[in-house]
């Protein structure tokens, strides 16, 4: 799968020339997620969040590839949030912790109606390293292999044609399109990601 991301990142890099203004930003903010839910069958352990959402930070680099109005804006970002759970095992209840960090790759294609933008696209994840597990069962580190896709969504604000503003949601594919999508001959793997809100603050240069 990682193969499969750097792939759609070289081809990114080879579009540029067709765009006639380029430019290179910096970007970071906070994301609150649904915190993730575990359905078990192992016995009598149970794992059960103590909050429905939680917020995360990141922060990474974008291009904005502009033509007509119409723009693509690849980015590479860094992202982590950490989720508590109480867990019961035969042991008794535990307060534990879950921390996930990972590289989101959206590519968004958007357009502009004077300072505001509205943009949406597919967006690659790749976790750096896997979480800890919260129980002794192998699937904890088996679900978190390898890049899976979702999206993003959402509006912008240019100010002064240097400082961004954005809102998104994120969310997942697997709901429409299943477990996985086939393009040509490659098979893309879609997360069940869990829903986010996105704000960040970005400057361009």
Not at 104 to 130: C, D, M, Q, Y
């Amino acid at each position: 799968m990682m193969k499969k991301t750097i792939v759609i990142i070289l081809a990114l890099f080879l579009a540029i020339p067709a765009f006639s203004q380029i430019n290179f930003g910096i970007k970071a903010g906070a994301a609150t997620t649904t915190v993730p839910t575990y359905n078990l069958t192992t016995g009598a352990n149970t794992i059960s969040a103590l909050e429905d959402a939680a917020w995360g930070f990141h922060g990474g680099v974008f291009l904005r590839l502009a033509l007509l109005g119409i723009y693509l804006q690849p980015e590479v970002v860094f992202a982590s949030n950490t989720y508590d759970y109480n867990v019961t095992t035969i042991s008794g209840t535990t307060l534990k912790q879950q921390k996930f960090n990972r590289l989101e790759i959206p590519v968004l294609l958007g357009f502009k109606l004077g300072p505001l933008r509205i943009n949406a696209g597919p967006s690659a994840t790749v976790n750096i390293g896997s979480p800890d597990a919260l129980i002794d069962d192998p699937d904890f580190e088996n679900m978190y292999k390898g890049a899976t896709f979702g999206y993003q969504a959402g509006v912008g604000l240019d100010i002064f044609k240097k400082l961004n503003l954005d809102v998104r949601y994120g969310g997942s594919l697997s709901g429409k399109f299943g477990e996985s999508v086939a393009i040509g001959t490659q098979t893309f793997k879609l997360d069940q990601r869990q829903p986010s809100l996105i704000l960040s603050v970005g400057l361009m240069f």
